[in-house]
C-alpha cells in the first residue's frame, strides 16, 4: 500500500518515497518552555504521533526527534517576573509538557534535543554561513542576509518583494536589509549569554532547529513537520540557512497541520483565547481531546468549542461501548445459530481495508474514523437485538469478539485510543483529572458500592439505589444496567 502525503513545498499531495528505505528521518518543532501546553500544541503533537504511529504500521524504522526550545525571550520575562533563573522556568514547564504528553499518551520522541544543549552547534553552523557570504556580524549581533539566497520564500510563495510589502520583518539599524534575520543575538544585561565568536550572546530561533537536525538527522531529512503558522517565517528561515551551507535540499517532504482557531481566532497566550490540556484533562478522559483532533482532518482548522468536546465524548462513548458490550453480551444465553460464517468478519475485514486506505491517502484520520463508526453501528444492531431478546447465538458472540478485538486493536495501534480496556492490552491507566493523594476512588470500594445498590433495587428499595447511584455519578463514575447486570466506568 503507497502512502501519499500532502507537501507544503510543492502543494500537491505526492507519493512518499524514502530517501533510504525502511529508513524515515521525521523532524518537527517542538515547544517552547515558558506556559503549560495549550490544545494549539496538544494538536500538532497528536497529529505527528499518530503519524508516526503509521508510519511504524506500514514497516518504515522511524527515528523521530522533537526538539525543545529552552531559551527564548518569552521564558526569559517569565523568570524576571518570578525572580528566578531562566533554566528553572523551562525545566518546570519540560516537566509539565511530559505530563501532559503522558495523558494524551503522545509518546516521546527518539530524540528530545533542548536548545541549550547543542550551542556550539549552533555556532558551527553560523560560522559557516559567515564563510560563504550569507551571514554578516554587526555589533556582537549576527544577521543572516536574505536576499543572498535566491531560493528564498520558496516553501510559503512568497518572494522577498511582497515580504518587504507586507512588513513581516524585524526593523534594527544594525541590519543591512530590513528582511535579514537574526542567527545570533547580543548579549544583554541581566540575560542568558554565552561565548562566542562575536562575543557573548544568544541564539536566534531560527538557527536552532537547523543545528539540532544536523547533528540529529544529518543533511537531508525525509519529513520535516510543523504547524501551519510556522511556514513563515520559521520553516522558511531553516530553508535557506541549512541548504546555503549544503546545496541540497532540506526536507523531502514538509507536513503542516491547521491551526486551532477559536470562533475563527488562531489559539494563543497571546490572545487569551487559550485552554490548556490540563483544563481539557479536569472534564474529560484525554482521549476525547485525542478524538476530536483525529475527527479533522490534519490540514483543515480545527475550530474548538466546548460544545464540539460534547460531542466527541458521545462518540467515544459509543466506540468504547461498543467494544465493552462483548463482556455482557457474553453473559447472555447462548444458543445454537443455523452455523455458517456471520457477515460480521467480511464487515470487519471491509472496514479494516478501508481504514488503511484512508490514511494512505494524505493521512486522512476523519475518513478512517467514519468507517470504524459504520462497525460501531452494526454492532449496535447486534447488541440491541440481543438485549431485548435476552439471547445471542455462538456464531454472533464469536464474530462480536472478532469485531470488537479489530476495533480495539486499531485503535490503540494506530490511534493511542483505549489504552486502558482490557489488563493484558493495558499500558497505562489515565486518571481523568488531577486529583489530590487519596481522592481516587478505588475499584474494589466502587465494585462493593454497585453491589450494594444491586441488593438494594432487588429488595425495591429504590431511594437507597438512586443515592448510591447519583453518588456514583458526582465522582464521575457511571453505572448502566444490562441484562447481564450493572457496569461501570469512570468518565
Known sequence: MSLKIHNTLTGKVEEFVPIDPPRVLIYTCGVTVYDDSHVGHGRSLIVFDTFRRFLEHLGYDVKFVRNFTDVDDKIINRAKDECTDFMTIANRYIASYYRDMEAIRVRPADVEPRVTEHIQEIIEVIRKLIEKGYAYESEGDVY?????????GKLSKRSPEEMEAGARVEPSEKKRDPLDFALWKAAKAGEPAWDSPWGKGRPGWHTECVAMIFKHLGETID??????????????????QAEAITGRPFARY?????LVTVGGQKMSKSLGNYVTLKEIYTKYHPDVLRLLVLFTHYRSPLDFSWDKMEETQRAYERLRTAIEDYEVLKKLEVVPGKGGTHPLYDKVKETEEAFFGALSDDFNTPEALSHVFSLVSELGKIKNRTYSEGKIT??????????SRSLLGLMKKMFGLLEDLYPECEVRRVVEKELEPGEVLDTRLVDLLVEVRTIARQEKQFKIADLIRDRLKEL???????PAGTRWKRR
Open 144 to 152: 543572516f542576509s536574505v536576499r543572498s539566497f535566491k531560493d528564498y
Open 223 to 240: 519529513i520535516h513537520g510543523g504547524g501551519l503558522d510556522l511556514v513563515f517565517p520559521h520553516h522558511e528561515n531553516e530553508i535557506a
Open 254 to 258: 514538509w507536513m503542516h497541520n491547521g
Open 394 to 403: 455462538q456464531e454472533e458472540l464469536s464474530a462480536y469478539e472478532f469485531a
Open 476 to 482: 464521575r463514575i457511571e453505572l448502566e444496567d444490562t
